[in-house]
């Protein structure tokens, strides 16, 4: 069984930088995507950031690029979200997801089927 653990949220001010983590465990595909959703409640959730297991290519929407930076550890157990130049706006509560690659791109942010509990962050002006 597939677990997805956040931790890492919590607030700071605008400005500031916030490290994210997703601690994953019982994978038995070899490749697979992992990504970062956020949603406000009672808004759309929004995508922040993927990331391909397998050669670790990213990808990141405009309105986080050049301050978020996805990354996954040697191991491959534990992809970690860098959000720096943090702003008002990015405030919500944050997910990882995963699923296998399955031969689709991770970078349509679909299909993902592996869902951790969320971490929140917020972010004052």
């Known amino acids: 069984q597939v677990h997805l653990v956040e931790s890492g949220g919590g607030s700071v001010q605008a400005g500031g930088s916030l490290r994210l983590s997703c601690a994953h465990s019982?994978?038995?595909?070899?490749?697979?995507?992992m990504a970062w959703f956020r949603q406000v409640t009672g808004k759309e959730r929004e995508k922040v950031a993927a990331?391909?297991?397998?050669?670790?290519?990213?990808y990141y929407p405009e309105s986080v690029k050049g301050r978020f930076t996805i990354s996954q550890d040697i191991k491959g157990k534990t992809v970690d979200l860098q959000m720096n130049n943090l702003k008002p706006e990015d405030s919500a509560m944050y997910y990882c997801?995963?699923?296998?690659?399955?031969?689709?791109?991770?970078?349509?942010?679909?299909?993902?089927?592996?869902w951790g509990q969320g971490t929140q962050v917020t972010v004052s002006s």
């Open positions: 997801a995963a699923r296998p690659r399955g031969g689709i791109s991770c970078f349509d942010f679909k299909n993902y089927n592996y």
């Open positions: 019982g994978f038995t595909y070899r490749d697979f995507c």
């Open positions: 990331l391909y297991s397998s050669n670790g290519d990213t």
